[in-house]
C-alpha cells in the first residue's frame, strides 16, 4: 500500500442544514495515474473534489470520513495546517481559468505565489521558470509581467496549472480544465496534462463532466451520481462495458464524432439535493429497476478485483450496442432551398476597429433539411445566425427566403418571414424572461406571428408543451423553477409557436450536461421528421454533428472551408482546418475499438 | 407566496423593523393627525410664543398660533409633495434612460449630455434659480425636485438597460419584430425594476430634505400654510423663549428621514442578499 497516494475513505459531505450531499465516497490512487471523476450537475463531484483539499464551500461541512494523502491525514485538521498542506502535498486547478486567475496580479507572481508561501528559501525565479516550461509556457521575464487578460484561454488555463505545480505536489485536483476550450486547444492541453503525469509522477483527480474527454487520458474512472459513486474500476473496462444502468446511460448519450449514432437518453431529471429517495437515487428513471430498488441504497460491491459496481442488478445491465444514424433524407428530388444566403459579409464595428466575423459565406437549406454550421469560437458562425434571425445587418450580401429577398432586420421584415424563421440561443438561462410565465412566453410568437386570439394561443400553449415533451404543469412556472433542459426545451417550444420552416439553433446544448442533450436532439430529431423542420444547427461539438446533421459546412474565420455531407466530410475531412478538428474532437470510440 | 415572503424579508433585521414601525407611525400621524387637532392651524388662537400649558401642549409660535396643531396638519405638505417630486422622477428618469439605453443612435448620447447638463447644477442653487424665475409655487417645487432625481434615475437605468437589451430573451422579442415600445415594456422593464427602485427610499429622503430647505429658505411653500421646514424658518427667532415651536418639527423632519433611510437600507440589502443566494443557486 505504500505506493498509494490518495486515499479517500467513507467521505460523507452534507449541508448545515443537515442534508446529505455526498455520501460514502471512498476511492485510492496511486502515483502517475489518473482518476476521472465524471457526473452531471449537481452529482457532487466538485463538492468531492474540493474535500480533497479538506476545502468546503460555504455552507457545507465535511461530516465523516478522512482524506489522505502520502500518508497524512487532510480532514479534521484545523485551517491554519491545512493551509501549509495545501499546494505542498494536493494542489487544486479550479474550474474557469478566466475568473480563477487574478486580473490585476502579473501571470509570473501569480505562479511564484504558492512557493513564496511555502518554500521562501528557494530560488523563486528559478522554480517558476521551471514551472512555466514544464507546462509549455515561455518562460521569459517579458512573458511573466503580462496580466492574465493578455493570454489565450489555453494559456490561461496553463498558467494556473503552473500555479498548481510550483510547489511540486504529489496530487492535483483539476476540475473541468477544459470545459471552454476550444477542440483544438483542448486536444494539446490534454496531450500535455497527460506528460507531465509521466514526468512528475503526478497523481491527478480529473473531475469532467465530459465523458470522450475523460476517456483520452484516465487510468481510472469513478462515476458520481446523486452524491455517490455508482460505479468505479478501470477506465477501459468502465466505458466499453459498463455494469451500472447510469454509467450505460450516460455513455449512450454521448455523441461521437467518428461514428454517427443514434444517442439515447436516460429519461427523467437528475434528483436534487433535497429530494433524494430512500432507495437508489438512480431507480426513478433506471430501465432495470425492482422491487428492492426502491427501498434499500444498495452498497458499492466488488464484481471484480479493481471494479465496484453500486447496483443490485448490475449484471442485467445490457452490453453497449450504439445504433447507427439512418440518415433521414426525406426529399426524393432536388427542392428549391427555403432559405439563402449570398455572399453574406458581416462585420462588428468598434470603436477604433472593425472586426470581419464572415467574408462572402454562401449556402442554403433546402426545406426539412439538417444543416450544421460547425466552427471554433470567433469563426463568426453566431453572427451568420444573427444575420438570418434579422438581429445584425449584414455589410453585403443578402438573406432570400423562398427566392425573395429579405431585409437586413427583423424589424422591416414583413411577418410572414419572421414567423417562417425561428432562432433558438444559446445559452437558456438568459434566453427566457424571468418575469414572464412560461405559458406567456411561449404563447407569444403565436400572437404576435400567427395573429392567433389570447384563448386560442393558450390552447397552443398546450399542445405546444406536449410536443417538446414536457408537462402541463410547467406553463404556470417561472423559468427559474425549471431545469436547464426544461428551459431549453421551453426556447424551443417558443420557436415552434411561430410554426416556423427553418429553426436556427445557436449552440443550444453546449449549457446542457450529456443527458440532457442527448434528449434535446432526440426531440429535435423527432420535431423534424413530425413537422418537415428545416435546422441551422451551429455548433463547436463534431459529436453532436455527427448525430443530427444531414450537411456540414465547415467555418474558419468568417470563411467557408468546407461543405459535404456528414458521413463523407467527417471520416474523411479533404481542408486542412476540417482535418485538424476532426483529430482534435475527443471520442469514445478509438477507445472502445481494442476491446 | 415566495416572492412576497422575499419582498418582505427587510422586515426580519431589527433596523428594518423599527423603521417600518416609525414609518408606520408617522404616516398615521401626517394622515389622521390633522382630525386630533385641537386648534385651527392657520388661526391666531393665543398670544405669541406661549410656553406649553394644558390648553396649547405645545405652545404657540410667533404669531401665537397652536404648535401642536400646526405640527399634525405640517407633514401633509412636506411627505406629499417629497412623494410627487419622487415619483414623477423616476417616471422620467426611467422613461429617458430606457430610451437612451436601447437606442443605438445618436439618440443616446443627445440624451444622456442633456442629463449630464442638469447634473452640473447643484441641487439647491438650480431650485433657487428655479423658483426666483418661475415663481414660488408648489407645482414649481415639485418640478424642480424631480429634476434634480432625473439624470441619475436615468443613468441607472440605462446601464441596466444596456445589460438586458443582449439578453437572449430581448433578442427572440426583437426577431419577432416587436415594437420598441413593446420590447421596452415587457422585456426590459420588469427585469430592471429591481435594480432601478432599490434607492428609491434614498431618494424620497434626499427630496424630503430638498423640500425642507428650500421651504425653509422660504421659496417653496409660502406662509401662512403649515409646514415642518417652514415652521423652523418662522420661529427661529424665538426659539430661547419658546423652543417648542421649532423642536417639534425639526425632530420631525429628523425622525421621517432617519426613518426612510432604515427601511431604504433594508429593502436594499435584502434585496442584495437574494440575488447573491441566487448566484450561489446557479
Redesign the interface.
Known sequence: MSDVVLVVEDLQMELFSGEPIVEDVSFQLEPGKVLGLVGESGSGKTTTALALLGYTRPGVRIAGGTVTVCGRTLTGRPERELRRLRGQLIAYVPQDPASSLNPSVRVGDQVGDLLRRHAPDRDLDREVARTLELVQLPSSREFRRRFPHQLSGGQQQRIAIAAALVCRPAVVVLDEPTTGLDVVTQSHLLEEIGLLRQEMELAIVYVSHDLAVVASLADQIAVMYAGRIVEEGQAAGVLAAPRHPYTWGLLSSVPDPHEPRRLRSIPGVAVGVGDRPDGCAFAPRCPQRVGVCVQAMPTLDRIQPDWRVRCFEWHRTPTLAPEARTAARLSAGPMPPVLGVEGLRAEHRGRDSTTVAARDVSFAISPGECLALVGESGSGKTTIA?CI???HAPTRGRIVLDGTPLAPL??R?P?EA?RR???V???P????????LVAD?IA??AR??RKLSRKEAQHAVGELLERVRLPAGLAKRFP?ELSGGERQRV?IA?ALA?HPDLVVCDEITSALDVSVQAAVLELLATLRAELGLALLFITHDLGVVASIADRVLVLEDGLLCEEGPVGPLLSRPQHEYTRRLVAAAPSLTELRAPV | MTALAARLRFARTGSGRFGLAACFLLLALILIGPLFAPHDPAGIVGSPLQRPDANFLLGTDSLGRDVLSRVLWGGRSIVGLAALATGLAYVVGIAIGLVAGYSRTLVDPLLMRAMDVILAFPPLLFLLVLATGAGQNVDVLVFGVATVHVPSIARIVRAATQETAV???V????????RVHAVLR??IL??ILGTVLADAGIRLTGSIIIIASVNFLGLGLQPPAADWALMIAENRGGTTLQPWAVAAPAFLIAFLTVAVNLVADAVARSLGRSTAQ?RVA?
Open positions: 444573427r434571425a434579422g438581429l427583423a424589424g421584415r411577418r419572421r424563421i425561428q432562432i440561443f444559446q445559452n438561462n438568459d434566453s427566457l424572461n424571468p418575469r414572464h412566453t407569444r410568437p404576435v406571428l427559474s426556447a417558443r411561430a | 439578453r437572449g430573451y433578442e427572440a422579442s426583437v426577431a419577432r419584430g416587436e415587457h422585456e420588469p427585469n441566487k446557479r
